[in-house]
């Protein structure tokens, strides 16, 4: 952060410049999550609804419910593997659009290319996977043709794989970004450093890109970790309803409004996010770099 | 790169494998949406998956004059309409806040951390809080007001980081000579500050705009009674089983590439304008 140029000023304007930010945060966000963990400490009454009781019962069911266990590994194991590929993904096409394609211009439009579909819809983007991974999808049908296969594949959609796809399809600009953005600030003339003082071109992506660029791969780590916990969608419909997540059981609870349960199963995904988000600030500060 | 040295001499043969893998990334980025755009021309025969048989505008015509496909048309003019008012409060907003941040204040760490943590909480645990608080508080759930706050809760944050980058790049001394120079406080602001910051404020302005326009989990619960257009194709892919869902696909993929594509070029002729002013 910039220090102001004449210290002395009255502080008010910036309360009034910060203001609407922080009213809206204030009722959208911090009020709303409040209330979920109220509500996960009340009673659910059949018919009657949402008692306000204080009781443990909520997270005592969920906790002792092996389905529970069970979706979270699934949730676990999936955002492990997005995670791997999104990583590997991101870092090697960020390092290709800073450090080996030459014209600045043509970068950026390389990077364009990559960020545009994050601005259209996701959902139709899962979508889309429907007529190329279908039984007579098109991957399917070329491999027919081809000879390669003579039963079409069942596992490539409505399946783990097809999940995994979707996440990888949707969420790899999210690693793509902050890298090329953490790589983009790396003084060259530190790879020529490196080069002069004999290091391999392994030496020197290993001991200076990836250090330096580790508060882009923290923040990309962050967006797909909090992104692939909280889905529902995508794991629903590229699934065909087979797979659960984490967020399965909110979703039922919901449709019995069933409030109590669901705002405990929120919670305790909350909690989950927070650490796994807690522990990678721990790892890298995220906030000195960005307001650098 | 710099192994062979950084802008001139033979390319390394990693340039050739990583530009095969762009290569993929952008064919496994961009194919299946293709596909989708192709087959939404389906002919008569509705068949959902290749090869395109007679093509028509049929689907496209079902979209707009829907007989069974639910409404689309009543869905578009909710979610245009949000999409704008988010846009405008996420530019007004953030970069207000954006202009705060650059002064030190109290409570800045905790504003800070609290954005972030808007942009991280599950969307549909936030759904499930803007719904209860709604209902605590006796209002009705709809998409002017509750979906509108959800969507700021995630559109802000994305908007203060962008403003935090472009700011970055505004060292406050540009406006001191300018104050030196004899600038008025307004004349430093127009001459100096917007011209910098505008980019940035497009920017923010397109993931305004879109961020709103294709949010789904954020939406879910809190649209009240009336579907916004993601939650309308949500209902679609599970009850229509017709090219009228590429159809809308391909719709609402056109009207997201216009959106990108005013908003890219407009930066790209400030920045272009401004060269040549120099």
């Known amino acids: ?23 809206v945060l204030a009722l959208f966000f911090i009020v709303p999550v409040a209330l979920v963990v109220v509500v996960s400490f009340f009673r659910y009454q059949m018919l009657v609804g949402i008692v306000p009781d204080f009781t443990l019962k909520n997270y005592i069911d969920l906790l002792s419910n092996p389905t529970t266990w069970t979706l979270y590994r699934s949730t676990l194991k999936f955002t492990l593997i997005v995670l791997a590929i999104t990583f590997v993904l991101g870092f090697w096409i960020a390092y290709f659009l800073v450090f080996h394609v030459r014209s600045l211009l043509i970068a950026i439009g390389l990077f364009l290319v990559c960020t545009v579909p994050f601005w259209t819809s996701n959902i139709i983007r899962m979508i889309s996977w429907r007529p190329v991974l279908g039984t007579e999808g098109l991957i399917n049908s070329a491999l027919l043709k081809m000879g390669v296969i003579d039963q079409p594949l069942q596992w490539l959609l409505y399946s ?48 200076v890109v990836l250090p330096l660029s580790k508060t882009g791969i923290a923040l990309g780590a962050l967006f797909v970790v909090t992104l692939v916990m909280g889905d529902f ?12 997540s984490a967020t399965s059981g909110i979703f039922n609870d919901l449709q019995f409004l069933n409030y109590p349960r669901a705002a405990a199963s929120a919670v305790i995904l909350l909690i989950v996010v927070l650490l796994i988000a807690a522990s990678i600030f721990r790892l890298v500060d995220v906030r000195k770099e960005l307001v650098r | 790169m710099a192994a062979s040295s950084p802008s001139y001499g033979p390319r390394p043969w ?73 846009m405008l409060l996420t530019v007004l907003i953030s970069v207000t806040a954006g202009f705060a941040f650059r002064r030190r204040f109290k409570g800045a760490t905790a504003i800070f951390y609290t954005a972030i943590a808007s942009l991280i909480v599950p969307g549909l645990v936030l759904s499930i809080g803007i719904l209860v608080t709604f209902r605590y508080l006796g209002w009705p759930a709809s998409w002017y007001t509750s979906a509108l706050g959800a969507h700021l809760s995630w559109a802000l944050p994305f908007g203060l980081l962008i403003m935090f980058a472009i700011l970055g790049r505004l060292s406050p001394s540009y406006e001191e000579a300018a104050y030196d120079l004899g600038a008025s406080k307004w004349q430093t602001v127009k001459e100096v500050v917007v011209p910098i910051v505008f980019p940035g404020m497009i920017a923010v302005a397109l993931f305004g705009f879109t961020l709103s326009y294709d949010e789904f989990p954020r939406s879910w619960l809190t649209v009240g009674s009336k579907n916004t257009l993601p939650l309308e194709i949500w209902t679609m892919t599970t009850n229509v089983t017709s090219p009228a869902l590429y159809a809308l696909g391909t719709v609402t993929t056109i009207v997201s590439f216009l959106v990108i594509a005013l908003a890219l070029s407009s930066i790209i002729l400030i920045q272009r304008k401004r060269s040549r002013g120099k």
């Open chain 1, 1 to 23: 952060m910039t220090s102001a140029p004449t210290a002395k000023r009255s502080m008010l304007p910036t309360y009034l410049q910060v203001a609407p930010l922080t009213i």
């Open chain 1, 233 to 244: 969608f995508v794991v629903t419909v590229m699934s065909g309803g087979l797979s659960g």
């Open chain 2, 14 to 86: 990693t340039f050739y494998v990583l530009a095969a893998l762009f290569a993929l990334f952008v064919i496994f980025l961009y194919g299946p949406m293709i596909a989708v755009l192709i087959l939404s021309f389906q002919g008569p025969s509705a068949s959902l998956v290749f090869p395109l048989r007679d093509p028509s505008l049929m689907w496209f015509d079902e979209l707009f004059n829907p007989r069974r496909t639910g409404d689309v048309v009543g869905a578009f003019n909710r979610s245009l309409p949000l999409a704008v008012g988010v």
């Open chain 1, 160 to 207: 783990d794989f097809s999940v995994v796809v979707a996440y990888v399809h949707l969420f790899t600009l999210f690693m793509i970004v902050p890298i090329f953005n953490s790589m983009a600030r790396i003084d060259k003339s530190l790879l020529e450093a490196a080069v002069d003082a004999g290091a391999t071109r392994w030496g020197v992506i290993w001991n």
